[in-house]
């Protein structure tokens, strides 16, 4: 397999001095690695640019699941349900990386009425094309009194960043140039695109062109529209909350839904390796930089999920993470706003807003179908992208510094093999195998972004 890591990234970035490309994408989360992948099959001279490591923004702080929308369809999102729950059936089909997990949808005082809950899992069901007339199972005493019961439906998982990561490996298998902590710094649109980029690394400038440029930047999306000289197109950003638990207060296999009896809001108890991650918030903010949650947040996370275990404290979180959206609509309430994604075009450039974990593939397809008419380049297989890297059984940090380019520990140990998150209270074995890798100057401890 071809090598991707710290010297095959040295020796790209070397030789890429006023290159010119067929497509540069900005932002290697799923919507970039997606769009590389797609692109990587095309023939066409693909180069990402990511300004952190891959899946360092929102694509690494998600609910990590695989789902059909449940919540789009109770808000009448037929069609975009409709497509998740196509895509959440693709990636179950087709990856080792995204598994099913059982959902039970708990009916209390704060829940709709179990009859617009079993229509609406009926309705769930029918769209997937396995109509199923969802049962109530009462509550025998496994959850507090005042449940009355729940509905089950199934939905996937899987670790974000593993998903990009597999996306961006893919890409590079293919031929595609994908840089992190590379980050784009200017834009200027002429006959070509001239894209100024700095190796953070080294802190050091270099030059390349591109016959189109596709910003997959995220929440920074509107950011990158400026630095081409062109005006943002008004994203509104709202930025989930996780908390991350010991496995010990819940011990379920099944996911847990639930509304929040603070303000109606839906949530999820998700039982993952070792831990619960419980989210999550959906709160307005104004820059895309803001990556830390807020005291106020983890606590509203806290009572709302105190009502089903009662035992769970401040000092039983053990990790917290934090996303941002950006959303295209209007409306004062985050969680009305639509979730469709949107591509816009505006000179030389594509934007992309929106796109999901989930939808990734249908969004990037999108994407990469019309960057190949523009360029006359052939139209796409009909599965791309598919996800053709695949890790061996026992993943060593020696391979995935081979082929997945970690710089940092952090890498390693939030976004290849995530313990962070699954494993908090475990990862002290592999930050100390990173160290020694560290010593041999395979990977750094870390690297200051901006
Ligand atoms: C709290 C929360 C929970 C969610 N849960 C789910 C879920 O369970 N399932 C689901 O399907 N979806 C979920 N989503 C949605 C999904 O996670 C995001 O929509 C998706 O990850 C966005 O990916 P992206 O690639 O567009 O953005 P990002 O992952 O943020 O990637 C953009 C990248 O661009 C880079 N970048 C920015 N500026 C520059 C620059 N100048 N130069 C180079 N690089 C740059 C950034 O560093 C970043 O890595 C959730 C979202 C949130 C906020």
């Not at 974990?357 to 598919?386: M, Y």
């Not at 059984?393 to 890498?411: A, G, K, M, Q």
Request: hydrophobic residues 40%; contains cysteine; glycine residues 10%.
């Amino acid at each position: 397999m071809r090598e991707f890591n710290i010297n095959t990234r040295k020796l790209e970035i070397g030789n890429i001095g006023n290159k010119l490309f067929d497509v540069i994408i900005v932002g290697g989360g799923i919507t970039g690695a997606g769009t590389a992948n797609a692109l990587s099959t095309t023939g066409l001279k693909v180069l990402l640019l990511e300004k952190g490591d891959f899946a360092s923004g929102t694509s690494s702080a998600s609910s990590k699941l695989i789902h059909g929308g449940l919540r789009y369809l109770q808000q009448g999102r037929i069609f975009l349900t409709k497509d998740l729950i196509r895509e959440r059936e693709y990636l179950l089909r087709n990856t080792s990386i995204v598994k099913k997990i059982g959902f039970r949808i708990l009916i209390d005082g704060y829940s709709p009425s179990g009859l617009s809950i079993k229509f609406g899992l009926f309705l769930y069901s029918m769209l997937s094309g396995k109509p199923r007339i969802p049962r109530f199972t009462v509550n025998n005493g496994e959850l507090v009194p005042e449940v009355k019961g729940y509905y089950s439906f199934y939905d996937a998982m899987t670790d974000d960043s593993t998903l990009v990561i597999h996306n961006i490996a893919s890409a590079t298998m293919r031929g595609v140039v994908c840089l992190n902590y590379c980050r784009v710094t200017g834009i200027q649109e002429d006959d070509a695109v001239r894209v100024e980029f700095l190796d953070v690394t080294t802190n050091r400038k270099a030059y390349v062109s591109g016959k189109l440029i596709i910003n997959c930047a995220g929440p920074w999306a509107d950011n990158v529209q400026l630095l081409a000289g062109k005006a943002s197109n008004g994203a509104k950003l709202s930025g989930g909350t996780h908390i991350v638990v010991d496995k010990s207060l819940y011990e379920g296999e099944d996911a847990i839904a639930f509304f929040s009896h603070l303000d109606g809001r839906q949530m999820f108890i998700i039982p993952r390796e070792k831990v619960n991650i419980i989210g999550t918030t959906d709160i307005l903010t104004t820059s895309p930089d803001n990556n830390v949650p807020t005291g106020e947040e983890i606590e509203y996370l806290i009572k709302s999920a105190q009502r089903l275990i009662p035992q769970l404290k401040q000092s039983s979180v053990l990790a917290s993470f934090y996303g941002t959206r950006p959303l295209l609509g209007h409306g004062k309430d985050p969680g009305k706003v639509t979730r469709n994604f949107r591509i816009l075009e505006n000179g030389k450039m594509l934007s992309v807003y929106g796109v999901k974990l989930t939808d990734f593939r249908k969004a990037s397809r999108k994407v990469a179908q019309r960057i190949s008419k523009k360029l006359g380049a052939p139209a796409l297989a009909k599965e791309i992208p598919t996800i053709d890297y695949t890790r061996p059984e026992n993943l060593t940090v020696e391979y995935i510094l081979n082929f997945e380019c970690p710089l940092t520990v952090e890498d390693i140990i939030r976004r290849r093999i995530p313990v962070e998150i699954y494993d908090p209270l475990g990862k002290e074995k592999l930050v100390h195998e990173c160290e020694e890798f560290v010593k041999e100057g395979k990977l750094v401890k870390s690297i200051m972004t901006v």
